[in-house]
């Protein structure tokens, strides 16, 4: 049976990528570099070559991906008694298995070279659940950090709404490179410190020294790149950094709101460059994963004592985004510090404050602006402004337009315009009657529109 699985192998791969919507990243990362080394009563034992796929053996033992490759097989065989496991070869299993649950161990050294990368050590792997929502994204990311620089795995494109993980994956793409490797030249940058030194360089006549920093690194990491300005010279530098560093082999990770199609303000030339490595989403956690991420959050930060229906009411009510839910959590630490107990009662009265009764978060004027804002990347302040560039206007009459259609409380005219930095009654009605016809007139704008209303768990 080994040498027929072997003359399979393709095939059953293949089944993999075509029926069981595995992407080939994953396939080869986790699933190719397994070897057999024998077959017993029907039971074929894997293991995986020592210098291949560390992570292949941790996520293998971890089952991930076992069910799949077993009913690959099973179907490629055509018999469903077969079974599966991975083994241990030379106790190589078991040694990976002991150091993984060992706690990530911190040098300084490397704490000096994350800070000099601008990476929070705090995000990594280890402390990243898993769960259908965002298994894909994790895996791909930890294939990439495994081997930076792949041909075909760049740059790799990771998106999704905000609060789901995109900058926790990120970073820990790059504290783990940094684990692995010091003196490997790692950046990590928001994209508005991206642009910002764009514009200073173009302003001081300083593009060599821009070039110098982004040109010399070996992983780029840039997050929110839907935040890249419209404007053309912008544009034309982040492109030549881009092919610079992509035709060096270097690693590139982007992350943003919305899949490179929709950034449709961008040089066509960019987007079909970040459709052309690994576009990868992320999707909203699942109630498990919610579960388990309220765990592992409650644990990290000793937060202790909490009723297990409390952790239920939190998944229950927060279920879009992962820093509401880790925020919702966050609220409860007073008791934790105090040593008072938790009672459900007590902690549900304290949490209803940020739920309204329909069990929806409230929605409050300052809470509309602050997912407008995450959403368009305007700042609160800006909403709140008088500035009148086009940009900001509309996200501060897109504010409007929530507030008046759709927010817990009933608000007067009066009172938007308040929330808004004090407008007068005429210029929120104006506002609200420009959404209304851009809502009409424009699809793009209609899109982003339902992003933000989704984001706030708003059917329409
Ligand atoms: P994004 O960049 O997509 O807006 P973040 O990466 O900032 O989201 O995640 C928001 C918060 O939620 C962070 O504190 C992050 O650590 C946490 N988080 C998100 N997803 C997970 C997860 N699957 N497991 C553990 N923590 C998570
Ligand atoms: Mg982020």
Redesign the pocket.
Known sequence: MKELIESKWDDILLLLETNYDMTPIIINTFIRPLKIYEVKDNTVCFYVEENRGEQAVKYLIKKEYDFFLLSAIRETLNNIDIDIRVDEKKNYIKETEETSREPMTVSDSYLAAAAKSNLNP??TFD?????D??RHA?ATCLAVADLPGQDGYNPLYLY????????????SIGNYILQNNENLHVLYVPCETFTNDIIDAIGHNATSKFREKYNNVDVLLI??IQKLKDKDRTQSEFFDTFNYLYNANKQIII?S?RPPKDLTYLDMRITSRFSGGIPID?HE?DYE?RI??LH??ADLDHIEGIPEEVFVYIAENFTT???E??GALNVLRPFSLTGEAITTERAIATLSVLVDKQGRKSLTPDYIIEIVS?CTGISNEDIRSSKRSQDIATARQTVMYICSKYSSQPLTLKAIGRAVGGKDHSTVISGINKIEAKLKEDQVFKDNFEKILKMMNIST
């Open positions: 705090r995000y402390n990243f659940i898993v769960g929502s965002n994790h999704g709404n905000p609060g789901l993980g995109k900058t926790h994956l990120m970073q997050d929110d992350s709101d992320i956690p994963t388990a991420i592992n959050k985004n992962v820093r839910l880790e995450e």
